[in-house]
């Protein structure tokens, strides 16, 4: 199976713009879950999203927000761009089997912000 | 809210050495999960605990759910140089959907 893909894998942006990262998760996953990564605050979860439905939300302003489509394929975008947002973005995906539940991650989105 | 305190921050070692990491936290989980970390790539699933007690090994790897469900710790025995990375252990509590709550990492360094 493949495993789950991120695109783009790196990005530059300038402050004040937005922007867009895509998420396929594994064949059969139906979650989606975003996570930022930076050295200072390490991993942080962003949201959750199953069958189209944010179930979950981290403690992160209005300027992220992201969305899932009916083939499980999650987006999640980033406005108004500040320096602080530069991080490596994470997108995992789970399977729920017999009430355990993983989450695999993908290599991320390497975003730098000028 | 919940915080997972990981320990050591980071370790030097020789080849060879057995390697323990573990991590606590404030609150009570239901999953405990361990992943390595190699530069610019995502965590890679290492062991997945389930049950509080559950002692769980991967090769070379040894992982335990703390019975209290606010620890577990990760052992590596007969490190190889390719065991480098940052190691990460994260917990999910409840009906807590898809959020996963992080350690702080633990960088390991072996020495050949």
């Known amino acids: 199976k493949a495993g789950v893909t991120q695109t783009p894998r790196y990005l530059i942006k300038t402050r004040g713009q937005q922007v867009t990262l895509s998420c396929s998760p594994i064949?059969?996953?139906?979650?989606v879950s975003w996570y930022q990564q930076t050295p200072g605050q390490g991993l942080q979860f962003l949201f959750e999203?199953?069958?189209?439905?944010?179930?979950n939300k981290g403690n992160f302003p209005g300027r992220f927000s992201g969305r899932q489509f009916s083939n499980s394929r999650s987006e999640m975008n980033v406005s108004t761009l500040e320096l602080g947002d530069s991080a490596l973005y994470l997108c995992?995906?789970?399977?729920?089997?017999?009430?355990?539940?993983?989450?695999?991650f993908g290599p991320g989105t390497r975003l730098l912000v000028l | 809210g919940q915080q997972l305190n990981q320990s050591p921050q980071s370790m030097f070692i020789q080849e060879g050495e057995d390697v323990s990491m573990n991590c606590t936290s404030s609150s009570i989980f239901n999953t405990w999960l361990w992943y390595k970390q190699d530069p610019g790539e995502g965590p890679v699933l290492l062991i997945a605990l389930y049950k509080a007690g559950e002692l769980t090994s991967n090769g070379r790897l040894t992982a335990q759910f703390g019975i209290t469900r606010k620890d577990s710790f990760l052992n590596i025995s007969a490190s190889i140089p390719s065991d480098v990375g940052i190691y990460f252990c994260a917990g999910r509590g409840g009906t807590s959907y898809g959020k996963l709550t992080f350690g702080q990492g633990t960088i390991l360094t072996v020495h050949p």
């Open positions: 999203y199953f069958s189209e439905t944010q179930r």
């Open positions: 064949s059969g996953h139906r979650s």
């Open positions: 995992a995906s789970s399977l729920v089997v017999a009430g355990q539940e993983t989450q695999y």
